[in-house]
């Protein structure tokens, strides 16, 4: 049987934030990425980041004129980080993954599937299904997000976490995990 059906319960979730190039999984890229290892208590137990190199014609493309310009345009601090990032620290793509196979190695068993968090985690998993596909086959068909949290406590209660948007990889994943304590110690 597929381990992703028979590993139900974890002991540690696995938190991701990517920032791209864009919103479309297809047209844009991965220009970072960061992931946090936590229990149950969400401790973390372990981090990971990384700066994937994007060709700057793609970048420009769909960065400045692209349909993901005018976010960017209105942060743009945020924007010359990344491509700053991107063109001094970048690395392949394929070494990001092995590096990424490697982090799920040492925190999580080989027989493991192992569960994915964060916020609006379905777009980050449409890029990691496009880009790296070895890592994705490591991952649960299941996934927590924190998003869907907002969604129930901002309409049904009426109730907002006020999020930092920092729009990085390891600070919007901590920012995650707080909104997710956030709502848990309402529901007690």
């Known amino acids: 049987m597929d381990k992703k059906l028979t590993n139900a319960r974890q002991d540690k979730i696995l938190w991701i934030d990517l920032e791209m190039t864009g919103l479309d999984p297809i047209e ?4 970072e990425i960061a992931a946090i290892v936590t229990d149950w208590k969400f401790n973390e137990l372990a981090t990971y980041e990384a700066a994937v190199k994007v060709g700057p014609r793609l970048v420009e493309k769909r960065m400045f004129k692209g349909p993901s310009a005018a976010f960017y345009d ?11 990032q991107n063109l001094e620290h970048g690395r392949s793509g394929r070494t990001i993954e092995n590096e990424l196979l490697a982090f799920l190695d040492e925190h999580f068993p080989g027989d493991t599937a192992v569960l ?12 990691i299904i496009n880009e790296w596909p070895r890592f994705d086959a490591r991952l649960h068909y299941r996934m927590l997000d924190v998003s869907a949290w907002k969604v129930v406590f901002e309409g049904k ?3 907002r976490f006020a999020k930092p948007n920092a729009h990085r990889a390891l600070s919007d994943i901590r920012g995650s995990i707080e909104e997710l304590k956030y709502y848990l110690k309402r529901v007690k």
């Open 157 to 159: 209660f009426k109730t």
């Open 74 to 84: 209105a942060h743009s601090a945020n924007r010359a980080e990344l491509v700053k």
């Open 116 to 127: 994915l968090a964060g916020n609006s985690i379905h777009m980050d998993r449409r890029f």
């Open 28 to 31: 844009d890229r991965i220009l």
